[in-house]
T-cell receptor
Framework: AQSVTQLGSHVSVSEGALVLLRCNYS??????LFWYVQYPNQGLQLLLK??????LVKGINGFEAEFKKSETSFHLTKPSAHMSDAAEYFC??????????FGDGTTLTVKP | DGGITQSPKYLFRKEGQNVTLSCEQN?????MYWYRQDPGQGLRLIYY???????QKGDIAEGYSVSREKKESFPLTVTSAQKNPTAFYLC????????????FGPGTRLTVT
């Protein structure tokens, strides 16, 4: 069975500070990993994806994530938070097309 | 513009009534999915369809039904058998070439009282 764990349901940072959202996964086969962002009452938008190529993945809006197999992690980072980054973020794993597994989400708050 | 549309954005129903949520895509994607989202929880898969006229149950299919008569459309019916239907429902699709990456619609918020 595959699973995704997002550590911390709420993260608060100051504007301009580093953003770090944690994601750990469990999978018996090589995973495809994704980070999505969701604004209130909207669908999910893909931020970035890992598909077994480069382990450091760059996405939209200045976000990046690093796949670490030894730590079974795929943490999301951004060097400098912006007010517009406030949203809910979901980590997802897919090993069998058609059945993605999502974490419970992390709500990011950005303080001025 | 290509994308996924879900209608309506907000839907209100009385308990005991069936209700159908619409999902249409013009991305020419083969696969389509329905997820349910509750506060503080991730997305849970209700049903998915990889080709027309075929669909599979996801993790929480009880009380829901779907059809896939056209490639572009994947409507979800929330039946009166669903014990707690109030939730945010998301439709997604993916292509055969890039089937692991899912594109999401804007969602429908269903409230049943």
């Amino acid at each position: 069975a595959q699973s995704v764990t997002q550590l911390g349901s709420h993260v608060s940072v100051s504007e301009g500070a580093l953003v770090l959202l944690r994601c750990n996964y469990s999978s018996s086969v090589p995973p495809y990993l994704f980070w999505y962002v969701q604004y209130p009452n909207q669908g999910l938008q893909l931020l970035l994806k890992y598909t077994s190529a480069a382990t450091l993945v760059k996405g939209i809006n200045g976000f990046e994530a690093e796949f670490k197999k030894s730590e079974t992690s795929f943490h999301l980072t951004k060097p400098s938070a912006h007010m517009s980054d406030a949203a809910e973020y979901f980590c997802a794993l897919n090993t069998n097309a058609g059945k993605s597994t999502f974490g419970d989400g992390t709500t990011l708050t950005v303080k001025p | 513009d290509g994308g996924i549309t879900q209608s309506p954005k907000y839907l209100f129903r009385k308990e005991g009534q069936n209700v159908t949520l619409s999902c249409e895509q013009n991305l020419n994607h083969d696969a389509m999915y329905w997820y349910r989202q509750d506060p503080g929880q991730g997305l849970r898969l209700i049903y998915y369809s990889q080709i027309v006229n075929d669909f599979q149950k996801g993790d929480i299919a009880e009380g829901y039904s779907v059809s896939r008569e056209k490639k572009e459309s994947f409507p979800l019916t929330v039946t009166s058998a669903q014990k707690n239907p109030t939730a945010f429902y998301l439709c997604a699709s993916s292509s055969g070439e890039n089937r692991y990456e899912q594109y999401f619609g804007p969602g429908t918020r269903l409230t049943v009282t």
